[in-house]
């Protein structure tokens, strides 16, 4: 993820001393139960967030819920996190958490990779847990998700659902955990044209050339809707933003619309954590939540979490999924919902493949 680094504008301002600056105007953990006592007997589970914070409708959201879901099936699991406001705060929060004797530490986020594997490599005996990533220390288990297939079926019903003949996609860096998005959505609609002998064309990414549109943030919102702006007067009327809470500029702006174009969410389902389901196609679920429940529920049970092979969630398995269709479901045909459904069956059962260079090994 090194070469991620130098895409942030605010990269270029994270020099040495800045990490220190970091560390004293950190935000302090919040423990979900406010009281900050965890207790000699409790078993520990610590979470550093990527930049976007705990309410970022996105993949932050999901692992906190996850964590809040572990301290539910066992009430001996305390659970806390703190949010970074920056990469520079990477490497500083998840070593205060080693210092406060965490037993499970979880870094949010394929771009918390080098800062995870530094601290990981340093601290042997501590387990961590990383979502979007797969690090080489074996103290470190990954929760990766194959989001291409999930994201197959989703260009599959924006081809569909089009009345343009144009569906669109952006990112918010790219990166894997983002172009895998993008790579299935793409190849859900070619498929869609194989099979109906049409035409839709994706606007804002090509899989052949992996270039195409990104707001080079997860946060601004006024970035997202820019993109997305672009996008529908480029003629797209339906449009799938990868970009975490940046791409709520483009949900709301859809709800504005009156309906002239939608959006499809990622993540965690937008019904549910975002504020414009009636703009909502559906979402191309990364379930976290479930992945960050079972690695913690396990360790804090004495089961020793595997790094090889970790957790890789499918369509198979329910690690990825299409939510429900909620206030479009009436809106969607039968018969096209029959083959979305039809979709998945043939993905996980290896009928139809979903490639992408993205994709996590198995």
């Known amino acids: 993820m090194r070469s991620v680094r130098g895409m942030r504008i605010a990269s270029a301002f994270v020099a040495g001393g800045l990490v220190l600056g970091a560390a004293a105007c950190g935000e302090a953990p919040k423990d979900d139960n406010g009281t900050g006592d965890t207790g000699a007997k409790k078993y520990s589970a610590c979470m550093v967030t990527d930049v976007g914070g705990i309410d970022d409708k996105s993949f ?28 520079a705060d990477y490497e500083v929060n ?28 340093a601290n042997p005996n501590q387990q961590f847990g990383i979502v979007d990533s797969k690090l080489p220390e074996t103290n470190v288990y990954p929760m990766q998700f194959d989001t291409a297939q999930a994201a197959f079926q989703a260009g599959y019903l924006a081809a569909g659902m089009s009345k343009s003949g144009k569906v669109g996609t952006y990112g918010g860096l790219p ?56 996008l529908v007067a480029q003629g797209a009327d339906i449009i799938m933003p990868v970009a975490g809470g940046a791409g709520l500029g483009t949900t709301a702006a859809a709800q504005a619309s009156g309906g002239k174009y939608s959006a499809i969410w990622v993540d965690a389902d937008g019904c549910e954590s975002t504020p414009n389901c009636s703009a909502l196609l559906t979402t191309v679920v990364k379930n976290i939540a479930d992945a960050v429940k079972e690695a913690v529920v396990k360790a804090a049970g004495g089961e020793k979490l595997q790094a090889t092979p970790g957790f890789v969630g499918t369509l198979a398995n329910n690690g ?24 998945k069956a043939d993905i996980a059962a290896g009928t139809v493949t979903v490639t992408s260079k993205a994709q996590p090994a198995k």
Not at 99 to 121: E, R
């Open 320 to 343: 990825v999924s299409l939510a429900p269709y909620h206030e479009f479901d009436s809106k969607v045909p039968a018969d096209l919902k029959a083959e979305v459904e039809k979709i």
């Open 94 to 121: 998840l070593t205060q958490y080693v210092n406060q004797k965490c037993d499970f530490i979880l870094a949010v986020g394929g771009l918390m990779g080098d800062a995870t594997s530094k601290i990981a490599k």
């Open 175 to 230: 990166i894997p955990p983002v172009t895998i998005f993008m790579d299935g959505f793409a190849d859900g609609v070619a498929y869609y044209n194989k099979t109906k002998s049409k035409n839709v064309q994706v606007l804002g990414w090509n899989k052949e050339t992996q270039k195409g549109s990104f707001t080079n943030d997860f946060v601004k919102q006024d970035e997202g809707k820019k993109v997305s702006d672009t």
């Open 60 to 87: 932050n959201t999901s692992a906190w819920k996850g964590l809040q879901e572990a301290q539910k099936a066992n009430g001996n699991i305390d659970i806390k996190y703190v949010a970074s406001k920056a990469e």
